[in-house]
């Protein structure tokens, strides 16, 4: 069975001009790799680890960076959010390895994570249901013309993208990588 939806939700928000993200941890189109799989969720080798991320090529005005990861295949009306860290300085164009973890302090100074559909702040890893398919893990790291977002840690993903909306989104950059069991 593959996974139900073919759509991207991104592509009902308005038009945003594109940048570049990469990873050395990920690559756009594979499959995900066993640390950024969910140990939360039992997946066998899954670590919750978030992936290095790096940007290039955002528009010069841009004051902040919000990064998350969203399962829009997961059995859901609303998809999953499996990571939220927002207020990222413009002055920073990358995220280590790990630094979705709560404890491991990789995060750079004024940057937050919210909570993720699985419950805590930090990056869940993907795992969707047995037998589901193949689902999306769509990594974007979205340029803002604002330093903070007018949010604190009990916000919702939801919320937190509708003050992204709000503020003026000056562009956005994917990275996708797929996993199915």
Not at 13 to 36: H, K, N, W, Y
Not at 118 to 142: E, K
Not at 145 to 167: K, Q, R, W, Y
């Amino acid at each position: 069975m593959s996974a139900p939806f073919s759509y991207n939700t991104y592509d009902s928000l308005p038009e945003a001009p594109s940048f570049t993200v990469t990873s050395t941890d990920i690559q756009d189109g594979s499959t995900m790799p066993a640390p950024q799989l969910s140990k939360a969720f039992g997946v066998e080798g899954g670590e919750d680890q978030s992936p290095q991320l790096s940007w290039s090529g955002f528009p010069e005005d841009t004051k902040s960076f919000a990064v998350t990861c969203y399962d829009p295949d997961a059995p859901t009306v609303s998809g999953f959010w499996h990571w939220i860290v927002y207020d990222i300085p413009a002055s920073v164009t990358s995220l280590p390895t790990g630094a979705g973890t709560a404890d491991a302090k990789l995060l750079p100074e004024g940057a937050k994570m919210l909570k993720n559909d699985a419950g805590f702040a930090g990056f869940c890893g993907a795992a969707p249901p047995p037998g589901h398919g193949p689902h999306r893990y769509i990594f974007c790291v979205t340029a803002l013309p604002v330093d903070t977002l007018p949010i604190d840690e009990n916000t919702s993903p939801a919320v937190c993208h509708f003050n992204m909306f709000g503020a003026g989104v000056k562009g956005r950059a994917f990275l996708t990588a797929t996993f199915g069991r």
